[in-house]
């Protein structure tokens, strides 16, 4: 039987060309049965105010550049979106004097313009976030070192070879967007090989570091978040770490406060996960194939699935 025709872009795949019964599931969860969804490798963790949230989040910087030795390099791979964990990043590693010689920061994602990828002085650009909101706060006693920070470029071999020369990353975190993702692994498009179904699990996995084209979705929603919903001036393409570089992370941690993805996303995923339901249209359940996944929510901004009228 043919897959669902997307109600929200039917040139693409997405989350809406689920089997209705997965989706009303999810919507029916309740804060209660979302912490209930945890198993072996999987954690749901609630925090009760966002200064906790984000503390939490900030903490796991630390933890993991503490554990950086020079026989052991240590990194974590880090999200814009959120953003307000990374000034508490650069406040720590001042206040505890932590030295940073032997750790690593890997950047999501950036920007994909005109065959390269967008320049550190965009205002939109991601390492430019980065090293504003966290790396040029750090006293420079203390900063990571440029050699030990690595961004994905238009020629992506330098970002994966970073992955693959005994550097260990400690954890990769991320938010959630719309489509469902972490970082920009968005759902494909719905032509060629995947016209009447997405890419399977295994398929999706295999990916590396790539150029991506941006799912409709998710350009409205960068374009809402960053640009006062000009979509106009959002690329539509994208450079991001892949599975293959997600699956040499000891822990993917996923942090969801409730500004990006809605109630009912928050629970689509954690359940699909919790349930190891894999389907690339959901590009986030393929983490139920990840040893070591916690997601991570703000109390407050996990909410309701229910109608109501403003």
């Known amino acids: 039987m043919s897959r669902k025709i997307s109600m929200l872009a039917p040139d693409w795949w997405d989350f809406t060309t689920l089997d209705n019964e997965i989706l009303n599931d999810a919507a029916k969860l309740t804060a209660k049965d979302m912490l209930q969804l945890s198993r072996v490798g999987f954690k749901v963790v609630f925090y009760d105010t966002l200064e906790d949230f984000y503390l939490a989040e900030a903490l796991e910087y630390i933890t993991a550049w503490k554990q950086a ?49 967008l320049d550190a002085s965009h205002p939109l650009s991601f390492e430019k976030a980065d090293r504003d909101l966290c790396f040029n706060l750090m006293d420079t006693k203390f900063r990571i070192s440029d050699s030990n920070l690595h961004f994905p470029k238009a020629d992506t071999r330098k970002y994966i070879s970073s992955w693959e020369n005994g550097i260990r990353c400690a954890v990769m975190q991320g938010g959630q967007g719309d489509t469902k993702h972490w970082a920009f692994n968005d759902p494909v498009k719905r032509e060629g090989k995947y016209k009447d179904a997405p890419p399977t699990p295994e ?5 590396s570091t790539r150029v991506v ?4 979705i ?78 991570n929510y703000f109390r407050g901004g996990i909410g309701v699935c229910e109608t109501e009228m403003h």
């Open 203 to 207: 398929e999706f996995m295999e990916l």
């Open 218 to 295: 998710t350009c409205m929603q960068n374009a809402r978040t960053s640009a006062g919903g000009v979509v106009t001036g959002i690329p539509r393409q994208a450079l991001t770490v892949g599975p293959v570089q997600t699956w040499k992370a000891d822990k993917v941690s996923i942090w969801q406060a409730g500004a990006h993805d809605n109630p009912f996303g928050q629970r689509l995923t954690a359940l699909m996960i919790s349930k190891k339901i894999m389907d690339s249209a959901v590009p986030m359940s393929l983490l139920a194939d990840h040893p070591n996944v916690q997601f």
């Open 69 to 117: 030795t020079v026989s052991n390099p240590v990194g974590i791979c880090g999200p814009i979106g959120p953003t307000e964990q990374l000034p508490l990043v650069a406040r720590l590693v001042n206040e505890l004097q932590l030295d940073l010689s032997n750790a690593h920061f890997w950047g999501m994602d950036e920007w994909y313009v005109d065959g390269k990828e």
């Open 213 to 216: 084209d941006l799912h409709p």
